[in-house]
């Protein structure tokens, strides 16, 4: 087993913890976050399979996907805590041995009460592995490494929601959606056996479990979550149970706050928000938490329900995307090595911008073709943003918040994930009801022609239903272009504000400045 003593981090020095055969660990710590990644979008797909097998409802078995983001927002924010406690390979080795076994347990459950149960485990152990993950990257490469390190890492978690609805379909079409979970089994196996023999570990640091941070930051967080996953279907505001979520999740961020700024010890450290890179990065991270996710909510159901592509073949049209995610990360890694980090993630935020325009032209005659130009597009512009996202709030602090604050930037992934699906689907079901009352104002039988009709061969009732549903699906087409709008001018804000974030210097500029002073006294 590998294990190193953490070394001073400096622009062209050693890696915090050095190891052997770093090519095969990188590729054992990319598979376990991408494992975890994977299954938190593949499970989409699986639902309505799920809620046969399981006897569920369609608003029960929501509590499959709801469980898990709610366990995992709970989760993350202890990560550091942990990783202090009980050592970072510790924490790793035995996250990534409960996803398997709870992974196995999802795939045996014959009751949507075990299901929901499992899952909730299942999120508890996955959440640790992405902040894990990331820190692992950084810790085990030297600092003029890190910007390529980030972009491994990014690929794996934007790429990961892209594919993850194509191999779910494709497994559970093939397979059966047990498969969705059983196939970490050999995935998982062959991942922690090369994380057993060659992670190293940070050192243990006992202290004390803030009980109360964690309570009402966990209070604010799971109220927060339930309110956006469950607003829509519960009418929002007309629902009590939206009301107490709303009460329960401002009492639990007031608490915590003031615990943070008064209190010692806490779950937190106060640095993590004080250094205005970090905490710029995380608005940003949230902010493209929206833009990935709520476009990937959007663009998969579109294709299938208002363009009639079967799911495996919507997939296909959604996988060019990543291809241009893969490209603009090792692109935005080099070119930070020469330009201000700020620069690349405006020019990402513009990129985004620009695609969401193209997008807001699409109409439903049209072909494959822009689906694949604008997902080429789209994904270049995030990827010019994830990474440097990162890369600006790492490159000033101090290596031992890492895991805290990559444990922050993974939870504000998720929670903006989860603003933006929810702020589409409401505006959507706004826009299609209006559009809907707008269209339907003019298409009665008074003032279809009965030639028309007659030339159907239907009866006016059935020629009548049938243009009714067509009016939903071009309504329902107008309801997503809006959205479109939208998502565009949340990136157009995002790009300008970047620049008031602290200046990094390109990695060449800091190496030079690291070599040319001199060395400090033993």
Not at 251 to 263: E, I, L, P, S, Y
Request: aromatic share 8%; hydrophobic share 55%.
């Amino acid at each position: 087993m590998a294990s190193a003593s953490p070394a001073a981090a400096n622009p062209g020095g050693a890696p915090l913890l050095p190891v052997r055969y770093k090519a095969l660990l990188t590729f054992a710590i990319m598979t376990a976050m991408m494992m975890q990644i994977l299954d938190t979008t593949i499970a989409n797909v699986a639902l309505p399979h799920m809620q046969t097998s399981l006897g569920a409802t369609i608003d029960s078995v929501a509590w499959v996907l709801t469980s898990y983001i709610v366990a995992t927002a709970v989760a993350i924010p202890i990560t550091g805590w942990l990783s202090d406690r009980v050592g970072s390979r510790n924490l790793f080795l035995w996250s990534v041995v409960g996803f398997i076994a709870t992974s196995m347990l999802c795939g045996a459950a014959t009751s949507l009460e075990q299901m929901v149960i499992f899952r909730i485990l299942q999120g508890i152990a996955a959440a640790f592995i992405g902040p894990i993950t990331l820190t692992a990257m950084l810790d085990i490469n030297p600092s003029h490494k890190h910007n390529s390190a980030l972009a491994i890492w990014s690929i794996g978690a934007v790429v990961g929601p892209v594919i993850g609805p194509l191999i779910g379909g494709w497994i559970t079409e093939s397979y059966n959606w047990r498969w969705v979970f059983y196939v970490n089994l050999p995935i998982g196996i062959v991942t922690l056996t090369i994380l057993y023999v060659l992670l190293p570990t940070r050192p243990v640091v006992r202290r004390s479990f803030d009980i109360l941070g964690f309570s009402m930051f966990a209070l604010g967080l799971a109220s927060l979550q339930l309110v956006l996953d469950r607003g829509q279907q519960l009418d929002w505001l007309d629902s009590p149970e939206i009301w107490i979520g709303i009460g329960a999740a401002i009492v639990g961020f007031w608490v915590f706050a003031v615990h943070m700024a008064t209190g010692r010890n806490t779950l937190l450290s106060p640095r993590i928000f004080t250094d205005r890179n970090v905490a710029g990065s995380l608005v940003y991270m949230l902010l493209a938490g929206v833009v990935v996710f709520a476009v990937m909510a959007l663009i998969a159901p579109m294709l299938q329900t208002v363009m009639g592509y079967p799911v495996i073949e919507a997939g296909k049209l959604l996988a060019p995307r990543g291809v241009g995610v893969i490209v603009a990360m090792a692109t935005a890694a080099r070119l930070m090595n020469y330009v201000d980090a700020r620069y690349v993630v405006c020019a990402g935020w513009a990129i985004a911008a620009w695609s969401c325009y193209l997008m807001t032209q699409w109409d439903l005659t049209m072909d494959w073709r822009p689906i694949v130009t604008v997902g080429l597009v789209q994904g270049f512009g995030l990827g010019f943003i994830v990474v440097p996202i990162n890369a600006i709030a790492f490159a000033t602090l101090p290596p031992e918040l890492r895991t805290e604050a990559s444990a922050l930037l993974n939870l504000m992934r998720n929670v903006g994930a989860s603003i933006g699906i929810s702020v589409t689907a409401t505006n959507i079901a706004r826009v299609q009801q209006i559009s809907h009352a707008d269209l339907a104002t003019h298409i009665n039988p008074s003032t279809l022609p009965s030639m028309e009709l007659h030339r159907l061969g239907l009866p006016p009732e059935v020629a009548i239903r049938l243009i009714d549903q067509e009016i939903n699906r071009q309504a329902l087409m107008i309801g997503y272009v809006d959205n479109f709008w939208l998502i565009m001018w949340a990136c157009i804000i995002a790009a300008p504000t970047v620049l008031l974030l602290k200046r990094v210097p390109p990695i060449r500029k800091r190496l030079a400045q690291a070599q040319a002073s001199p060395e400090p006294a033993a």
